[in-house]
């Protein structure tokens, strides 16, 4: 059975930050506001990925779909998001192909705090959508190696640990051979059966918030995501 170290709330207060509601991703959101009248889902990534060299550059990415209440593609919008960490606060999304009704856009940096989402067409809007920002986490155990591949013992309980920003609302851990999903408590024990024999595998720390975007239609809404990686990870 899947289990976490219960003792990883004092651990992530003390070494990685408050847990307190203050602290939580999820205490910045905001839905915003709009027209009623479109459906609009945002998407906000990043990655960063530890054991390889040379690491990859740091980016963010920002993906926005856009329809109307028909389920067309909602082609010709202005879709903004606003984050103080990127160059002049602003990104602006561009839609690719065009009439896809899909926005996008990457900035070179793991962009840090808030994020608001703003989408016009005409008299059609979803306005002012923040989803607060868990940040970008740093793996803290297992250890990376510096001199090669990271390599971590078979059939063994494996405690995981990784730093919070801010809290997110929720965590997914995984490897090729496993995955979990629960509270963002700094710490994750993937147990011995679970942590097979698998050379060539990954550790992934997935970090997730949402907001639902109140001036949309049914679906609506803006999430976050921010991942940190051990890649290569063998286990033996």
């Given amino acids: 059975m899947k289990r976490i170290l219960i003792l990883a709330a004092a651990a992530a207060a003390l070494a990685c930050g408050s847990t307190s509601t203050n602290n939580a991703a999820v205490s910045r959101n905001n839905p915003g506001s709009g027209s009623g009248t479109l459906q609009v889902q945002g998407d906000i990534n990043a990655t960063q990925t530890t054991g390889v060299t040379p690491a990859p550059a740091p980016a963010t990415t920002f993906s926005v779909t856009v329809k109307d209440g028909s389920g067309a593609n909602v082609?010709?919008?202005?879709?903004?998001?606003?984050?103080?960490?990127?160059?002049?606060?602003?990104?602006?999304?561009?839609?690719?192909?065009?009439?896809?009704?899909?926005?996008?856009?990457?900035?070179?940096?793991?962009?840090?705090?808030?994020?608001?989402?703003?989408?016009?067409?005409?008299?059609?809007?979803?306005?002012?959508?923040?989803?607060?920002?868990?940040?970008?986490?740093?793996?803290?155990?297992?250890?990376?190696?510096?001199?090669?591949?990271?390599?971590?013992?078979?059939?063994?309980?494996?405690?995981?640990?990784?730093?919070?920003?801010?809290?997110?609302?929720?965590?997914?851990?995984?490897?090729?051979?496993?995955?979990?999903?629960?509270p963002d408590l700094g710490a994750y024990t993937i147990v011995a059966a679970q942590n097979v024999p698998h050379l060539n595998s990954r550790l992934r720390v997935d970090r997730f918030n949402e907001v639902e975007a109140a001036g949309g239609l049914v679906g609506s809404r803006l999430s976050v995501m921010y991942r940190v990686e051990i890649n290569p990870l063998n286990v033996q």
Avoid at 84 to 99: F, I, Q, R, T, Y
Avoid at 109 to 133: E, S
Avoid at 156 to 166: C, E, F, G, H, R
Avoid at 171 to 177: G, M
């Fill in 75 to 182: 082609s010709g919008a202005t879709v903004t998001v606003l984050n103080s960490s990127v160059p002049d606060g602003v990104v602006n999304l561009a839609e690719a192909p065009a009439g896809s009704g899909r926005y996008s856009g990457t900035v070179a940096l793991f962009a840090t705090g808030d994020f608001q989402m703003n989408v016009v067409k005409g008299t059609d809007t979803v306005q002012g959508v923040v989803v607060g920002g868990p940040g970008m986490a740093a793996i803290n155990a297992p250890a990376v190696s510096t001199t090669g591949t990271t390599t971590v013992p078979a059939n063994q309980d494996l405690a995981v640990s990784w730093t919070t920003p801010k809290i997110a609302k929720a965590v997914t851990v995984a490897t090729r051979d496993m995955s979990f999903s629960g």
